[in-house]
């Protein structure tokens, strides 16, 4: 989600805009109505690894597809 807010907002409330976007939420920073910033969480190193090992995981636990299955997905509504 992107929340958009004035300088003089993101001025007053830095602390409680940065924790939301430590959270994940994008935020916009305007002068007036033009956007001057984009500000979003910078991703460490250590969540890229999670992300990983979770893909990784899933992918052990998917079966794998046989040659026809995937031509059926790919051609249906096709006919």
Do not use: C, F, Y
């Not at 935020?27 to 910078?42: E, F, M, Q, S, Y």
């Not at 046989?66 to 096709?78: A, F, P």
């Amino acid at each position: 989600m992107t929340t958009t807010v004035k300088i003089s907002e993101a001025k007053t409330h830095l602390s409680e805009l940065l924790a939301r976007v430590e959270a994940g939420e994008d935020l916009i920073i305007t002068r007036g109505n033009d956007p001057v910033a984009h500000v979003t969480r910078v991703r460490k190193q250590s969540d890229m690894q999670l992300l990983l090992a979770e893909v990784k995981a899933a992918r052990l636990k998917a079966t794998p597809l046989s040659h026809e299955e995937l031509l059926s997905w790919r051609d249906e509504g096709r006919r």
